[in-house]
């Protein structure tokens, strides 16, 4: 268990012992977190130059934060990451500009207001220039896949790719204890939020609307838990939240921690539309929570809403226009 500087609380990161000495997850890039994986590696005779292999669950500074780290420390290591994660796990850049202007795209086309985009970046490049980096960048030595088997000397990892928090995220079940490391795919003490962003490419010729190809975190995210529930396993090792004995509800309320919101937003949607209203993605931000601050609660609760969007757009409750401003527009079908 390592310090982070997060409200999410200290991060699990799992060792394997034997050959080869492996971590799953590494911890953010900070002294105390440093000093708290030395001790916890010393407690079994081990130096941070010991660990032979990293594999990482996804890109998230708690999780990618020290690979370099150790390797910095001498590790003679190879570091393991699923194929679609391992971009961001190589140019991982806290200081990413373009990270930034990319995110406020998607939030101008779901109608945020740019001064408050604007104010919001201000703010986010002054804090990353003002804090040290809590992540690095590192090499990818091995693309993983779905299904594949990790073998160790007395057993096997296999990967799940459950993309939804992140594009390239996995777990790793043991099959034979029935133990399944998840990372921040399910945890004990949160539900994560899901990514959302453009992929590269060209935009889908099929889509009247010529939007970016995006990554839609939270419909596969719903896809990858409920695929979950046709896998055995008996524990959940999380990477925040202690050990979860009890797998099969830890999923389902997950589920049910969505599936609330996508219909309070599909109801909503259902109202307008009976009085004959459209609504832009950030409307419908500013009824589900008018009491959060814009400020430093837009993200992640935006995030939430254009994911809820995508679902009811698949499912086809929702229906996407597009306003001369190029702002979408939604209703209830
Ligand atoms: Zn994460």
Same mark, same amino acid.
């Given at each position: 268990?390592?310090?982070?500087?997060?409200?999410?609380?200290?991060? !699990?990161?799992?060792?394997?012992?034997?050959?080869?000495?492996?971590?799953?997850?590494?911890?953010?890039?900070?002294?105390?977190?440093?000093?708290?994986?030395?001790?916890?590696?010393? &407690?079994?005779?081990?130096? *941070?130059?010991?660990?032979?292999?990293?594999? =990482?669950?996804?890109?998230?500074?708690?999780? *990618?934060?020290?690979?370099?780290?150790?390797?910095?420390?001498?590790?003679?290591?190879?570091?393991?990451?699923?194929?679609?994660?391992?971009?961001?796990?190589?140019?991982?850049?806290?200081?990413?500009?373009?990270?930034?202007?990319?995110?406020?795209?998607?939030?101008?086309?779901?109608?945020?207001?740019?001064? *408050?985009?604007?104010?919001? @970046?201000?703010?986010?490049? !002054?804090?990353?220039?003002? @804090?040290?980096?809590?992540?690095?960048?590192?090499?990818?030595?091995?693309?993983?896949?779905?299904?594949?088997?990790?073998?160790?000397?007395?057993?096997?990892?296999?990967?799940?790719?459950?993309?939804?928090?992140?594009?390239?995220?996995?777990?790793?079940?043991?099959?034979?204890?029935?133990?399944?490391?998840?990372?921040?795919?399910?945890?004990?003490?949160?539900?994560?939020?899901?990514?959302?962003?453009?992929?590269?490419?060209?935009?889908?010729?099929?889509?009247?609307?010529?939007?970016?190809?995006?990554?839609?975190?939270?419909?596969?995210?719903?896809?990858?838990?409920?695929?979950?529930?046709?896998?055995?396993? &008996?524990?959940?090792?999380?990477?925040?939240?202690?050990?979860?004995?009890?797998?099969?509800?830890?999923?389902?309320?997950?589920?049910?921690?969505?599936?609330?919101?996508?219909?309070?937003?599909?109801?909503?949607?259902?109202?307008?539309?009976?009085?004959?209203?459209?609504?832009?993605?950030?409307?419908?931000?500013?009824?589900?929570?008018?009491?959060?601050?814009?400020?430093?609660?837009?993200?992640?609760?935006?995030?939430?809403?254009?994911?809820? =969007?995508?679902?009811?757009?698949?499912?086809?409750?929702?229906?996407?226009?597009?306003?001369?401003?190029?702002?979408?527009?939604?209703?209830?079908?």
């Amino acid at each position: 268990m390592l310090p982070t500087p997060w409200d999410v609380g200290p991060v !699990q990161i799992y060792l394997i012992e034997g050959d080869p000495v492996t971590l799953i997850d590494t911890g953010v890039k900070t002294p105390e977190s440093r000093a708290a994986l030395g001790a916890a590696l010393e &407690s079994l005779g081990l130096g *941070l130059d010991d660990v032979q292999r990293v594999i =990482l669950t996804h890109a998230h500074g708690d999780h *990618l934060g020290q690979a370099q780290t150790l390797r910095d420390a001498g590790a003679d290591l190879e570091v393991w990451a699923h194929e679609a994660e391992a971009p961001m796990i190589e140019f991982f850049s806290v200081e990413n500009d373009e990270r930034i202007d990319e995110t406020n795209e998607l939030f101008r086309e779901y109608g945020v207001p740019e001064d *408050l985009l604007r104010e919001q @970046s201000e703010r986010k490049r !002054q804090w990353m220039r003002e @804090s040290p980096p809590l992540c690095e960048a590192t090499r990818v030595d091995r693309l993983l896949r779905d299904g594949e088997a990790l073998p160790f000397k007395d057993f096997e990892l296999r990967v799940i790719h459950a993309p939804g928090h992140t594009v390239g995220h996995i777990l790793l079940h043991e099959p034979q204890s029935g133990a399944l490391v998840t990372g921040d795919h399910i945890m004990g003490s949160a539900v994560p939020f899901t990514e959302n962003g453009y992929l590269d490419g060209p935009p889908d010729p099929r889509d009247p609307l010529g939007r970016r190809p995006r990554f839609k975190g939270l419909s596969a995210y719903l896809t990858s838990l409920r695929g979950l529930r046709r896998t055995s396993f &008996s524990t959940i090792l999380p990477a925040h939240g202690g050990v979860l004995e009890r797998p099969d509800r830890a999923i389902e309320d997950a589920l049910l921690f969505y599936e609330v919101r996508i219909q309070r937003i599909e109801r909503g949607l259902r109202t307008l539309a009976a009085m004959g209203k459209d609504v832009t993605g950030w409307e419908i931000w500013k009824a589900l929570f008018p009491k959060a601050d814009p400020l430093t609660q837009m993200r992640t609760r935006m995030l939430m809403v254009i994911g809820a =969007l995508d679902v009811l757009e698949e499912t086809g409750t929702g229906v996407t226009l597009r306003r001369d401003d190029g702002v979408l527009l939604h209703h209830h079908r």
